[in-house]
């Protein structure tokens, strides 16, 4: 069955050109907007009264939210603790800080209160990557085996952990224990899209329990049924977006990171390429679940 089309007009939330925007993250108790851009190592801020932004010396390629000052950031070194108003960081967790030729990519918050991160290799070397989960003070590797791990998402009943490979072009489905989280069962294949050709990117699921993913190179959004079928299709006007967020004051807007890199010319020539836009009206989210630090 063919997707319905849904024409919503989005709107510019920040013209920034990022090379490789990701993880929007709406802070539920700020009422900000965050999201990455990977290549520049820059944390991005916007509020309807501020914008602001933040440098590493690595790249930064998730977020989840502590509290209302301080962020959880993924990196290339690991996991960290973020002060907003200081921009003092601190380390949680390392993860393969000692593997140079890896970096961190999708991840995402649990229901839990744990926080799921995957690693890849800079050159996206075949199956080079993994997804590991950090919850009070343990990490665990869930997954390994995959070449650009994406997607990260959970399953509005807390017993399904969703991801990507974006290089096959499969969604895997993990049984999650209902009490803590952990995986208790192995990966499984949710849905695979490799004939359609559509290279799943970043991943959020509504209050229904439908999957919203970006499609990379599609121009669009796409809204897939809990029986893996797509019902839903939203277009971009941008061949690349990155990763969907549920947010606003009452949930039902959803912002849209976006790749400049590859369309540097189009850019120049003043196409949107790797700007964050909202899409009013699109769908219904919950807030993001704030991470555990504490053990």
């Known amino acids: 069955m063919s997707p319905s089309l849904t024409k919503i007009l989005p709107d510019t939330i920040d013209d920034t050109p990022c090379g490789l925007g990701e993880s929007p993250l709406w802070h539920p108790s700020r009422e900000e907007l965050f999201w990455v851009d990977l290549p520049s190592h820059t944390l991005h801020q916007k509020s309807d009264t501020s914008k602001q932004n933040w440098t590493f010396e690595e790249m930064i390629s998730a977020i989840g939210w502590i509290d209302e000052n301080h962020l959880l950031l993924a990196g290339e070194s690991g996991l960290w ?37 995957s690693t890849m290799s800079k050159e996206a070397e075949h199956q080079a990557g993994a997804i590991y989960r950090w919850y009070k003070g343990e990490l665990r590797k869930v997954t390994d085996g995959i070449t650009i791990p994406n997607g990260i998402c959970f399953d ?12 096959i072009r499969k969604i895997s489905k ?18 695979d899209i490799s004939k359609q050709n559509l290279e799943i990117d970043g991943a959020i699921i509504d209050t229904e329990g439908y999957m919203w993913t970006a499609v990379w190179d599609g121009s669009a959004l796409y809204r897939i049924s809990p029986q893996a079928e797509f019902v839903e299709k939203i277009e971009t006007s941008i061949p690349r977006p990155t990763c969907p967020a549920f947010g606003g004051i009452t949930f ?7 790749a400049a890199i590859g369309l540097e010319s189009e850019v120049k020539n003043g196409a949107p390429h790797g700007h964050t836009m909202r899409f009013s009206g699109a769908g219904k989210g919950l807030p993001e679940p704030r991470v555990l630090i504490e053990i």
């Open 174 to 191: 993990i049984s999650l224990d209902p009490i803590d989280g952990w995986p208790n069962g192995s990966p499984e294949n949710f849905l």
């Open 252 to 258: 039902t807007d959803l912002y849209v990171t976006s």
């Open 81 to 117: 603790k973020f002060e907003i108003s200081t921009a003092n960081k601190e380390l949680i967790c390392p993860i393969e800080a000692n593997l140079t030729d890896k970096r961190s990519n999708d991840g995402r918050a649990d229901p839990w209160g744990g926080f799921w991160v």
């Open 156 to 167: 509005k009943d807390r017993s399904i952990g969703y991801f990507a490979d974006s290089a």
